[in-house]
């Protein structure tokens, strides 16, 4: 009986995960079937809408989702999870853990494409709530004409409550995203139903042979037309990005089972329609709708893309906050919006910064079909990377050899290589603004990085070892004042600069000294029992190297409660912190180009204060200044 129960238990927390799931994971995904299917017959491909032709697009839509979706992503891809956490950060952090003798220059190549796939998604999460929301909206035109003077504010209207509502965190409202994308997907496989029962001829298209005829018929027509039938699957990426957030089982579960047959269903009955009524081709997501049902179709759609637009913004949230702990980022305001889901977390720059990308992007293309010829490209990067990361990590992490990997991931590959090309074709036509957006946050990334390091290294040359150190205050004791310091420091074997500039200038030295240094594992999460490692070089003088994973947030209180866990206690009131503040000089020291370093000073001028990204009382804290030329 109890082992009934249990199974009973573990079933319903499935299906409630998987709720979960449907209204934060497959949003982008679910909502394709707005405008994809109308942007493969786009007057730019100048394809006939004749049977062979919609029949051809309509297995080259079923096949992509087939061998993407569901094989790559769902049965390969997906089981390369770093202790339970996806996307290509985490993905990059395993294939990047490597051995052999080329692991320096392999771990580098592949830390270089994780970080240009990621800076790619920012491009994405820009496009994703423009075109989403604009093309919902432009439902209304067909309601009445009199509408398209307002699509365009009523746009802008719903992004601007969207982006307003971050800041409250999406832990109140999340509830009711799964029942809503419940009642999406349950609309779009009744409409497709209804639309494949006039011609069920279009299930035909389920045969390959459509998709190869058409492909060898319409030539380069044919293959510029993948970059349209990719936008049925811009969504693949946040299904294995959100994996930590649900598990696997979950979002397998809720794909197989409810997402991909209500797509399918759609893309077919809208198929059915064209089939029947080439003039259709407008718009036949919404002229599948009977007349009485456009209005709710209209407003449902606007939820389910606000629902999309939100996974989008929240996995630029997280995407951030594991760049800040990984070294790419600066320390940037990151606000809890949750005191029980470490996810839930709210950025204010990086969201107007969205924000005022997104609203660019409305007030610029105007309409979803040309915000289309811009849509895709990113994504396509991001899946090609995507391949090349999970290669190494079936070669390095599971095991497999060389030859069956190269199969697998070679046809992937060439799939997405496929797409990519066919993209390719969008950048003068407005696909050049993902790739400039992507482009520029990986500068900036790898500007960071390499400035920190080179700032590391200057302050390394300052330092003394800690034996030196030890000797010379034995040798020449320092005055002793009451009370606790601790020195925040990057280093985690030298001494810290503001330790030796206090020594120096003010020759005092407080009764109980304590280095801190916080590092980052290649892991999501670091265990409690494993976070703080504590060595008492000489009496009351200590180092402690505390341990945080990708996914977490440093806090002073929670620091200072693992060392008591250590039976070494630290009064706050009584404890004073130091931290280094530098003043980045640039010259012409070898290193990065001058325009670099100034740009990586502007960055670190304005990165946020440890005080504040730390949670340390401000009113116990001292700050001593360094000038430091790199």
């Known amino acids: 009986m109890d082992i009934n129960n249990h199974h009973a238990k573990q079933t319903r927390n499935i299906w409630i995960l998987g709720l979960g799931a449907l209204g934060v994971v497959f949003g982008d995904i679910g909502t394709s079937p707005l405008y994809a299917l109308r942007e493969c017959f786009g007057a730019e491909y100048g394809l006939p809408l004749s049977p ?129 994308l419940l009642l999406w997907f349950t609309s779009l496989g009744v409409l497709g139903v209804n639309s ?55 979002i397998r579960l809720v794909w197989f089972l409810i997402a991909l047959p209500a797509l399918i269903l759609n893309y077919f009955g809208q198929g059915a329609l064209l089939l029947n009524n080439p003039e259709a081709v407008s ?23 606000v629902i999309a637009s939100q996974a989008l913004i929240s996995g630029a949230f997280s995407i951030t906050r594991q760049a800040v ?43 979803s079909s040309n915000l289309a010829a811009a849509y895709g490209i990113a994504v396509t990067g991001t899946m090609v990377i995507t391949t090349i990361l999970a290669f190494e990590v079936a070669i390095h992490r599971w095991g497999w050899g060389f030859g069956r990997a190269a199969v697998l991931f070679g046809f992937f590959l060439i799939i997405d290589l496929a797409f990519f090309s066919a993209n390719a074709m969008k ?115 200590y180092r402690i190297i505390v341990y945080y994973g990708f996914m977490e947030i440093p806090k002073m209180k929670h620091i200072l409660e693992a060392c008591r866990q250590r039976d070494i206690h630290f009064n706050v009131q009584e404890t004073t912190f130091v931290l280094g503040r530098e003043t980045i000089l640039p010259s012409s020291t070898p290193g990065m180009s001058l325009w670099r370093e100034k740009i990586f000073a502007i960055m670190s001028k304005n990165a946020q204060r440890p005080t504040a990204f730390f949670k340390i009382p401000p009113n116990q804290v001292i700050e001593v200044g360094i000038q430091v030329e790199i």
């Not at 006039?198 to 380069?220: D, R």
Request: aromatic share 10%.
């Open 52 to 180: 062979e032709n919609i029949l051809g697009v309509l297995s080259l839509i079923f096949w992509t989702m087939i061998i993407v979706i569901c094989f790559k992503y769902m049965l390969v891809v997906m089981r390369a999870d770093n202790k339970g956490e996806g996307g290509i950060l985490s993905l990059m952090s395993m294939a990047s853990k490597t051995e052999g003798r080329d692991t320096g220059l392999r771990r580098m190549v592949m830390i270089t494409f994780g970080l240009f796939g990621a800076a790619l998604l920012y491009g994405d999460g820009v496009i994703t709530p423009a075109i989403s929301v604009l093309s919902a909206i432009e439902g209304l035109y067909y309601l009445t004409p009199a509408f398209e003077p307002y699509v365009i504010p009523l746009t802008i209207f719903v992004l601007n409550a969207l982006f307003l509502m971050q800041r409250f965190g999406t832990g109140r409202i999340g509830v009711i995203f799964g029942p809503i």
């Open 427 to 541: 950048i003068a036509h407005g696909g050049w603004v993902p790739l400039l957006i992507g482009a520029f946050i990986y500068f900036l990334m790898v500007t960071w990085h390499k400035g920190r390091r080179i700032l590391y290294s200057r302050l390394k040359e300052r330092s003394v070892s800690v034996e030196e150190f030890c000797k010379m205050i034995l040798r020449q004791p320092p005055l002793r004042v009451t009370g606790t310091a601790i020195y925040m420091s990057g280093d985690a074997s030298g001494i810290p600069v503001p330790l030796l500039h206090n020594i120096k200038h003010n020759k005092v030295l407080h009764e109980r000294v304590a280095l801190l240094t916080i590092q980052t594992k290649d892991e999501p999460f670091v265990p409690k029992k494993d976070r703080v490692v504590i060595q008492e070089i000489i009496p009351n003088f």
């Open 196 to 250: 494949i029962f006039t011609n069920p001829a279009v299930l035909m298209a389920i045969s390959p042979l459509h998709a190869i005829n058409f492909c060898i018929q319409n030539g380069i027509h044919g293959f510029l037309v993948l970059g349209s039938v990719f936008l049925v699957v811009t969504g693949g990426e946040a299904l294995y990005a959100d994996m930590g957030h649900f598990g696997r089982a979950p």
């Open 283 to 305: 718009n036949p997501f919404y002229m599948l709708a009977p007349t009485w049902a456009l209005m709710p179709m209209v407003i449902l759609s606007t939820l389910a893309t």
């Open 325 to 367: 702990q990984m070294g790419f980022c600066p320390r940037i305001s990151i606000v809890h919006t949750s005191s029980r889901e470490i996810g839930q977390i709210y950025i204010p720059a990086l969201n107007w910064a969205l924000f005022a990308g997104v609203i660019w992007l409305v007030l610029t293309f105007k309409t």
